[in-house]
């Protein structure tokens, strides 16, 4: 039975990848990590692993612990990153390089573990580095929450940050002056747009998965367990 259900979900994801059209056609559509872009369920357009030209960066370091509100952000000893590269999904402008035309927005809750206001959001986000964007730019705000698993309200300003060039570097947004509180208990969503500004039109950019989006499955077939990276949620800290 478990069988039959993964095969169906194989299908569906087939037809969204062909549906992509010169967007997984630009790479191999697979959903291993040695593949390249996966489309999902609902049309959301996922990277594959990193293979850009830029070489990976050193693991990036969040600021003091005391200030956090919330973080994903968690070191795997294995790769000494505290993110995943192998996952994640796009954050595009309408004149990105890998799918022209398309817009893609990115948006993650999370629950505020302390009543503060909000001075910096810290991102798995980095260029893509396939192909050469015109632009690095995109725009951070914080939403509340409206109960149906999508974001509500802005509140507070929303402030602009850049994709660095590779992973395992962070992109940070800065809200030192934007007005945003949050309060313990309470869930918010980080929220990543891109505008048709100049400097954001062109943003081809990922939103690297947190480590502890793997989700390997096993269907007792004798192969044992097959590691798949989910590609959400994203690698972010609040604080």
């Known amino acids: 039975m478990r069988e039959k259900i993964f ?30 872009p996966i489309a999902q369920a609902g049309g959301k357009i996922a990277s594959g692993p990193y293979q850009g030209k830029a070489p990976m960066a ?49 948006a993650y809750p999370f629950v505020a573990g302390r009543t503060q206001a909000v001075t910096r959001v810290s991102l798995s986000i980095t260029d893509y580095g396939v192909c050469v ?15 149906a698993n999508v974001p509500d309200t802005q509140i507070g300003l929303s402030v602009i940050a850049q994709a660095p060039a590779a992973p395992c570097a962070l992109a940070s947004a800065n809200f030192g002056a934007a007005g945003v509180s949050v309060a313990a208990g309470t869930k918010y969503w980080v929220v990543v747009t891109t505008s048709t500004a100049p400097t954001q039109m062109g943003t081809t950019a990922v939103w690297w998965m947190a480590n502890s989006a793997y989700a390997p499955f096993n269907l007792n077939d004798g192969n044992g367990w097959i590691n798949f990276p989910d590609g959400a949620p994203g690698g972010f800290q609040v604080q």
Do not use: E, H
């Open 7 to 36: 095969n169906r979900t194989l299908f569906c994801l087939c037809a969204v990848i062909m549906a992509c059209g010169t967007a997984a056609n630009a790479q191999s559509p697979a959903s291993s990590p040695a593949g390249g």
């Open 58 to 106: 050193p693991m990036a370091a969040p600021d003091a612990v005391d200030a956090v509100i919330y973080s994903n952000l968690t070191v795997d000893t294995c790769t000494g990153c505290n993110y995943s590269s192998q996952n994640g999904y796009f954050i595009l402008g309408p004149s990105n390089c890998f799918a022209p035309g398309a817009t893609q927005w990115i």
């Open 133 to 147: 964007s015109t632009s690095k730019r995109f725009t951070v705000a914080i939403y509340t929450d409206n109960c």
